[in-house]
């Protein structure tokens, strides 16, 4: 009798640790994950350097879509390189050139094809003023499911301003996520004006450097919250050569 106990017992432990696990180790059906790196003055020279290149592919092809910030490269030579890595696994798309100094910058998208872009506003084109780099929109849907990603490369010493200017451009209907090199932390911004009602979901340093800011995060907002899985800081195999930021990344369950 007291061995049927201890052996139901046992069962019953068995049991409850298979269900714990499953419970906390949650498996999305369909995971899609959505990164952002500021690579750090990208362009002919690094293109040219085939081991960053190779390593370069290795970080970004680990994810869905991926929003790149700080790409130099007048003749688009650089980006042709770039996309032609992935063998036509992922679409590639890029920016016009932005800002008001002689170092213009571009960004830069590319995405798995089992995604469809549906539309894209390039607020450069458009005029809008506030920012010294007009933020990007892409519509993108996904297993019957329509998200907006806003990027965008923040101005440090026009942090604030261009936070607020951001939140005023998005009309906050739908699943939207914001992302980029938003300069958000230290001396340049102060969280807590901004984006309230949103989850800022990168609270570690972003930074390849000894310092110790988020200056990079992904923004979300509560529609799109429901999809939510988790997000993160990718540091692995990330040197200062590749770039001075780490790239972030957030995964949503879109089954």
Same mark, same amino acid.
């Given at each position: 009798?007291?061995?049927?106990? %201890?052996?139901?017992?046992?069962?019953?432990?068995?049991?409850?640790?298979?269900?714990?696990? %499953?419970?906390? *180790?949650?498996?999305?059906?369909?995971?899609?994950?959505?990164?952002?790196? @500021?690579?750090?003055?990208?362009?002919?020279?690094?293109?040219?350097?085939?081991?960053?290149?190779?390593?370069?592919?290795?970080?970004? %092809?680990?994810?869905?879509?991926?929003?790149?910030?700080?790409?130099? *490269?007048?003749?688009?030579?650089?980006?042709?390189?770039?996309?032609?890595?992935?063998?036509?696994?992922?679409?590639?798309?890029?920016?016009?050139?932005?800002?008001?100094?002689?170092?213009?910058?571009?960004?830069?998208?590319?995405?798995?094809?089992?995604?469809?872009?549906?539309?894209?506003?390039?607020? @450069?084109?458009?005029?809008?003023?506030?920012?010294?780099?007009?933020?990007?929109?892409?519509?993108?849907?996904?297993?019957? !499911?329509?998200?907006?990603?806003?990027?965008?490369?923040?101005?440090?010493?026009?942090?604030?301003?261009?936070?607020?200017?951001?939140?005023?451009? !998005?009309?906050?209907?739908?699943?939207?996520?914001?992302?980029?090199?938003?300069?958000?932390?230290?001396?340049?911004?102060?969280?807590?004006?901004?984006?309230?009602?949103?989850?800022?979901?990168?609270?570690?340093?972003?930074?390849?450097?000894?310092? *110790?800011?988020?200056?990079?995060?992904?923004?979300? @907002?509560?529609?799109?919250?429901?999809?939510?899985?988790?997000?993160?800081?990718?540091?692995?195999?990330?040197?200062? @050569?590749?770039?001075?930021?780490?790239?972030?990344?957030?995964?949503?369950?879109?089954?």
């Amino acid at each position: 009798m007291n061995v049927n106990k %201890s052996l139901i017992f046992i069962i019953f432990l068995t049991t409850l640790a298979v269900v714990s696990f %499953s419970f906390f *180790d949650y498996s999305p059906k369909n995971p899609v994950s959505i990164a952002s790196w @500021n690579l750090n003055i990208f362009g002919d020279k690094k293109a040219g350097n085939e081991t960053l290149m190779q390593e370069y592919y290795n970080i970004i %092809s680990q994810f869905d879509i991926i929003f790149l910030q700080e790409l130099r *490269d007048v003749d688009g030579s650089a980006l042709t390189r770039l996309c032609e890595l992935f063998n036509n696994t992922f679409n590639c798309f890029n920016s016009s050139r932005a800002g008001s100094t002689i170092s213009k910058e571009q960004y830069y998208l590319l995405y798995n094809k089992e995604f469809t872009l549906l539309n894209y506003t390039d607020y @450069n084109l458009v005029n809008i003023t506030g920012f010294e780099r007009s933020p990007i929109k892409l519509d993108f849907n996904y297993n019957n !499911i329509n998200f907006t990603i806003y990027g965008i490369h923040v101005k440090p010493d026009n942090a604030k301003s261009e936070i607020a200017n951001l939140e005023d451009l !998005i009309l906050n209907k739908g699943n939207i996520i914001v992302l980029g090199d938003l300069n958000a932390d230290c001396s340049y911004y102060k969280k807590g004006n901004d984006f309230i009602d949103w989850h800022w979901t990168i609270n570690e340093d972003t930074t390849v450097a000894n310092s *110790d800011c988020a200056y990079d995060n992904i923004i979300i @907002n509560q529609e799109f919250y429901n999809y939510f899985i988790q997000s993160n800081v990718f540091k692995t195999n990330i040197t200062e @050569n590749l770039s001075d930021h780490y790239l972030i990344y957030s995964i949503f369950d879109l089954s």
